[in-house]
Structure formats: structure tokens, C-alpha cells
Nanobody, 121 residues
Framework: QVQLVESGGGLVQPGGSLRLSCAAS????????MGWYRQAPGKQRELVAA???????TYANSMKGRFAISRDNAKNTVYLQMNSLKPEDTAVYYC???????????????WGQGTQVTVSS
């Protein structure tokens, strides 16, 4: 059973920083692209950032320069460093990964349970 478990969310003041982590566990052959999405109340889920296995990154325009995605392939973990946080960054942040589980031949998308990030004074 493959699982993604996020951690690191919480309450932070505007201008502050948070670091999210997402660890994949289970019987895994390989993990391709890993990414972070977020969903604010009343809004659609949107891409925050993604990173390929080789380290190529993609960011939503509003996060460029403030957020940084990274991964540790040995630990099957992806990170999101969030700086200069704004109230509009408040959302539930979800981890996503394209994983080839043991016994499969192609990747399947998996989601974490989400972690709340609240930016407020």
C-alpha cells in the first residue's frame, strides 16, 4: 500500500516561512514527478510547484521567487520551502506523486491527505 504523508503545515504570520515535507512509503519501484498543490476555500485545487526525478522544477507564477521545491530521492521525500508568505497563501496543501508501485509497469498518481497552512496576523 503506497502512502504519501505530509507534515509541516501550521499558522504563520505574514512574511514568515514554513517548510512542508511529504514522504512516500510502501512498496515502490520508482517515483517520477512529485509536486505540491493547494486548495483554498471555495477555489479549485491549483499547482504550486513540481519537480522531476532529475530535478527539473516548475512553479506557478505567483510562487516564483518565494517558494522552492526540492526532493531527496533516497528518502522518497519532497519538500516545499515557503518564504515571504501572504494571507492569500492560506490553503490546504496537498502532495502529489507519480509512483510505480511494486508489480506495476506504469505510474499512478497518488495524493497525500493535505496539510493546512494559515497565514494570518
Amino acid at each position: 500500500q503506497v502512502q504519501l504523508v505530509e507534515s509541516g503545515g501550521g499558522l504563520v504570520q505574514p512574511g514568515g516561512s514554513l517548510r512542508l515535507s511529504c514522504a512516500a512509503s510502501g512498496s515502490i519501484i520508482s517515483i517520477n514527478t512529485m509536486g505540491w498543490y493547494r486548495q483554498a476555500p471555495g477555489k479549485q485545487r491549483e499547482l504550486v510547484a513540481a519537480i522531476t526525478r532529475s530535478g527539473s522544477t516548475t512553479y506557478a507564477n505567483s510562487m516564483k521567487g518565494r517558494f522552492a521545491i526540492s526532493r531527496d530521492n533516497a528518502k522518497n521525500t519532497v519538500y516545499l520551502q515557503m518564504n515571504s508568505l501572504k494571507p492569500e497563501d492560506t490553503a490546504v496543501y496537498y502532495c502529489n506523486a507519480d509512483i510505480i508501485p511494486n508489480g506495476a509497469f506504469w505510474p499512478t498518481g497518488y495524493w497525500g491527505q493535505g496539510t493546512q497552512v494559515t497565514v494570518s496576523s
